[in-house]
């Protein structure tokens, strides 16, 4: 018998020396072509839980980070993405863990090892004022958390997420949000999702925010102001629920008016709305942009204006919260599967409120630059492979809705609006990539539309303006 338990010990010993020998680091990225520092490999992030105080005077925010995991395989170590900031403390399931940095890269010990399929918890306690220290971010919209007078709001896209939390800062890692955030009073904060409560205490308020939905890091916005809100309804009682600075509010009421509208369209078009809320947080500042984030889009005070093409921009980001946000990019390079799809999006509402007749008009004054050398040479490069350093040129946003709306007039509106229907609900709440849409595609259609695609997402040429001439948009409830 004792000698059966020796050769047992034996074996149980060289199984733990054999498994802590395939304990490896998770990868320092993702694996995306063009940005393959972002993100994390080794596990997936579930929740983050945001508990942060901000000054006002300084712009320091200070607290913690909570994120609840799973190791997808066997790991010794793992990284997040993270700029900035002092670290005071880090807690792996309660336990102090060692870590290092470089770069955006925060690399976590796992003493004990993380075992496949293992759920863990990770605290990170950080301060300091975001931005100071780091790299120039990617563009005007990737700052992160930006200060203005005023207020603060946060737009990441493509990577400026890591500039104020850490993160796994990945589309292909969406995970569910809570936001505890204080802020002096009488500021107001807005965030993703609900509004679950608020706590006052002394000089100070805390928001609790809560998204049940999945989100990709580059949508997770804060936004601190003193901000008015609008609460009203969409379809079948949905919450809509706009933040507007004081001096734009009469304004902004009659700029956003028509999203429960856009939202009951939209549904009919594409699917149900996918989230549990939507409206939008104007920020007391001049924006050179707009951006999607996830349920409450960011726009400046210019845009709450009106004039102009406002409600065009006001569909565009609304649609995203299909496209992009529920159906997320699997790898950045497809970015016009983002904004050709928003694009086109905007110029279908169009088409519902003025007829087939504008919308044709528009078509065309879209199609022109492109097919114009000395307007489209190095604003509308071909969407299938936009460079990285001009990821956002017009090619992704207007040759992108082209491509869709040259897809409709070749396979008709039955097959084209089924395809969108199709590959939305396919792909809902998870990633997608260009092979994904083309299969559902050629799947609805019955077409080999190879060469179609080709031609319109990589060669150098834009190819030739279809047949144009729609019948008017029915209901599709």
Not at 97 to 124: M, N, P, V, Y
Not at 180 to 208: C, F, H, K, S, W
């Given at each position: 018998?004792r ?10 010993v ?7 020998k395939e ?17 994390n490999?080794?596990y ?9 105080d901000w000054?006002e005077?300084?712009n320091v ?8 995991a799973?190791?997808?395989h ?6 997040l993405?993270?700029?900035g900031f002092?670290?005071s ?24 090892g ?11 306690a950080?301060?300091g004022v975001?931005g100071?220290g ?5 563009d005007?919209?990737a700052r ?8 603060v ?13 850490p993160?796994?800062?990945?589309p292909l890692?969406k995970?569910?949000?809570?936001f505890?955030?204080?802020v002096?009073q ?9 509004l ?9 308020i805390?928001y609790?925010?809560?998204s ?33 600075p ?5 304004q ?10 856009m ?6 078009m ?6 549990e ?9 001049n ?5 999607e984030?996830?349920t ?8 709450a204006?009106?004039?102009?093409n ?7 980001e ?6 992009g ?6 790898e950045?390079k497809?970015?016009?599967l983002?904004?050709?799809?928003a ?5 279908l509402?169009?088409?519902?409120t ?7 008009r528009?078509m065309?004054?879209l199609?022109l ?6 307007l489209?040479l190095?604003?509308?490069?071909p ?9 956002f040129?017009?090619?992704v ?5 082209w ?5 409709r007039?070749r396979?008709?509106d039955e097959?084209?609006?089924s395809v ?8 809902q709440?998870a990633?997608?990539a ?9 799947e ?13 997402l990589y ?12 019948k ?6």
């Amino acid at each position: 018998m004792r000698k059966i338990t020796i050769a047992l010990l034996v074996m149980f010993v060289s199984l733990g020396i054999t498994q802590a020998k395939e304990a490896q680091p998770g990868a320092p990225g993702l694996g995306d072509s063009y940005f393959p520092d972002l993100g994390n490999g080794g596990y997936d992030v579930r929740h983050y839980t945001l508990n942060l105080d901000w000054d006002e005077a300084t712009n320091v925010i200070s607290g913690a980070v909570t994120l609840e995991a799973t190791a997808t395989h066997d790991l010794s170590a793992f990284n997040l993405d993270f700029l900035g900031f002092d670290i005071s403390a880090i807690r792996l399931d309660d336990a102090p863990a060692g870590f290092s940095r470089s770069g955006r890269e925060l690399t976590i010990e796992a003493a004990d090892g993380l075992k496949t399929g293992q759920d863990f918890s990770l605290t990170i306690a950080y301060s300091g004022v975001p931005g100071d220290g780091v790299p120039r971010y990617y563009d005007v919209f990737a700052r992160g958390w930006t200060r203005y007078e005023g207020g603060v709001y946060v737009a990441s896209e493509p990577n400026g997420a890591a500039f104020w939390y850490p993160v796994n800062d990945h589309p292909l890692d969406k995970a569910t949000y809570r936001f505890e955030i204080t802020v002096p009073q009488p500021y107001v904060v807005a965030a993703n999702g609900l509004l679950a409560e608020t706590r006052e205490d002394d000089d100070t308020i805390t928001y609790v925010w809560e998204s049940h939905d999945p989100i990709a890091s580059y949508l997770v916005t804060v936004n601190i102001g003193s901000f008015v809100v609008e609460q009203t309804q969409g379809p079948d009682g949905l919450p809509i629920r706009n933040y507007f600075p004081p001096r734009v509010f009469q304004q902004a009421i009659v700029t956003f008016h028509r999203t429960p509208e856009m939202i009951a369209f939209f549904s009919d078009m594409f699917g149900p709305y996918p989230f549990e809320a939507y409206g939008v947080v104007v920020a007391d500042h001049n924006l050179s942009f707009a951006l999607e984030t996830q349920t409450l889009s960011l726009f400046g005070s210019s845009a709450a204006a009106g004039g102009g093409n406002s409600e065009n921009v006001v569909a565009h980001e609304l649609a995203h919260q299909w496209f992009g946000n529920s159906v997320s990019l699997a790898e950045w390079k497809d970015i016009w599967l983002n904004e050709g799809f928003a694009t086109y999006a905007a110029a279908l509402w169009l088409e519902h409120t003025q007829g087939a007749e504008a919308f044709d008009r528009y078509m065309r004054d879209l199609y022109l630059p492109l097919a114009t050398p000395a307007l489209a040479l190095g604003r509308f490069l071909p969407p299938g492979n936009p460079p990285p350093d001009n990821l956002f040129n017009g090619g992704v946003y207007v040759r992108g809705a082209w491509l869709l709306h040259a897809l409709r007039l070749r396979i008709g509106d039955e097959a084209f609006f089924s395809v969108l229907r199709t590959y939305y609900d396919r792909y809902q709440y998870a990633n997608a990539a260009t092979a994904d849409f083309i299969a559902v595609a050629e799947e609805i259609s019955g077409q080999d539309l190879a060469a179609f695609f080709e031609s319109w997402l990589y060669d150098e040429r834009v190819p030739e303006v279809p047949e144009m001439g729609l019948k008017p948009l029915s209901p599709r409830r």
